[in-house]
């Protein structure tokens, strides 16, 4: 299923007009693009990047191309985020950003026609295009030098009905916007709130969670329309949301444990913040190769028999609880990967026919045995085409998985072999497989 996010990320590291007054940013600039287009694509939003390649891709007429064509083509009823790292200016009562060719007047001041003016270039371009996104979320992390108390004239724009337009400037008017080596303070909080990684999930938690931030920078993030953004969730991963649900209640927490609660807590909501990003990676991987093995509920349910295990003598510990928590769905998402792996081989169920069956078998005749290739053939050969190529895939993965669940004599094995997904350690956990037996001379259960 295609996102209907789109992002356009601009960043001007360099300025190519040596009479300007303002310096190059470089690092700083080229480290937030990164975070940001890290945080977004996480949450699936389809990002286009102008500035780490080179001067020219942040040029003033490229800039204001890319914004008329993401304002044009973003899909009707998603969400558009537009982002600026660089210097801002605030002249004439107008904010201003400086693109890598903004020139200098012969005072050494900035030339005002070089620079983009938000008022035209950007929200001047919301009704001529006919934005058809439901909202249009624009950051802008750039200092405001200069600008006065009541010079916020960007604010009182609305994008024609029905899309919603959110404005986020990184400082107020007057105050710069601060960054270090490793890039700005704004885009810190902000891709930080942003990523699926973090408990916040609508626009009105992660601005909320971006002026915390800043507090300590003495730096104040404004939003407009203010004290009113629209609450909705701009950053989940569109993953299988009863996974986070199931580990949140799982009654495995309550159980007595040998650490702190503090300590519990703090593993708790770092397994939830990455069976929430497990479970984008799942459902994207699962919807890319399909097959008919997927069961979105297996890892519930191991979690739910794990609880009812039991715990022997002495409490868990907090790091236990967290693993039997988490490999469940860690193990489901790298199932579905590793079927992803085979995608450039297997194109769909459907679409498979007798010489790329063929095909398949010759490339990967090391894999299977006579046995297989002739069960894969004769399903063909009977037009039950779909399980001949659900054969086929499931033969490959458990030859080539280094995630196979297997046992030898009720012996816990490891497996190093390299995988295509490295998503996961390569040294991968595999569980002996238990089977009921009579009881051994101890009374016991025996394992083979």
Known sequence: MDSDRRALLVGVPQQTERAFPLRSIGDPVREDLRRMREA???????????????????????????????????????????????????????????????????????????????????FGMLGPTACPAALVIACFDACRDGSGTSGIRPYHYRAPHPTQLVVGNSCAPGETSGYDADGSHFTKALAYALHPDSPH???????????????????????????????VVVADTGGVPEWVQAVSTAHLWSLPCSDPPEVQEVLRERVEAAVRSLSGKYRR??????????????????????????????????????????????????????????????????????????????????????????????????????????????????????????????????????RASSTYCCRTWRPAIRRPCAPSSTGSPAII
């Open 285 to 418: 991987a699962s919807e890319q190769m399909p097959h008919p093995w997927r069961d979105d509920d297996y890892p519930m349910r191991v979690l739910d028999s794990v609880a009812g295990l039991p715990t022997g003598t002495r409490p868990l510990s907090a790091l236990e609880k967290a693993l039997l928590c988490g490999l469940p769905f860690m193990l489901a998402t790298a199932l579905a990967e590793e079927f992803t792996a085979l995608f450039d081989s297997f194109k769909g169920f459907a679409r498979l026919d007798a010489a790329q069956m063929r095909h398949v078998l010759r490339e990967h005749e090391h894999d299977f045995s006579a046995l297989d290739e002739n069960r894969v053939r004769r399903l063909h050969a009977r037009d039950r085409t779909d399980e001949a190529w659900a054969l086929t895939t499931w033969r490959l993965l458990k030859r080539r998985s280094g995630l196979r669940i297997a046992g030898a004599r009720g012996r816990t094995t490891w497996s190093t072999a390299p």
């Open 40 to 122: 977004l694509e996480a949450c699936e939003y389809r990002c286009t990047v102008l500035g780490p390649g080179g001067p020219d891709e942040s040029r003033r007429d490229a800039i204001q191309d890319a914004v008329r064509d993401a304002l044009r083509s973003v899909p009707a009823g998603g969400v558009l985020f537009v982002y600026f790292s660089g210097h801002g200016l605030h002249l004439g009562g107008k904010d201003h950003l400086v693109p890598s060719n903004a020139k200098a007047l012969a005072d050494g001041s900035p030339d005002t026609d070089s620079l983009i003016d938000l008022d035209r270039d950007f």
């Open 201 to 231: 999930r609508t626009l009105r938690q992660v601005s909320a969670s971006v002026t915390a931030e800043l507090k300590d920078h003495e730096q104040h993030p404004q939003w407009s329309p203010a004290g009113d953004l629209p609450d």
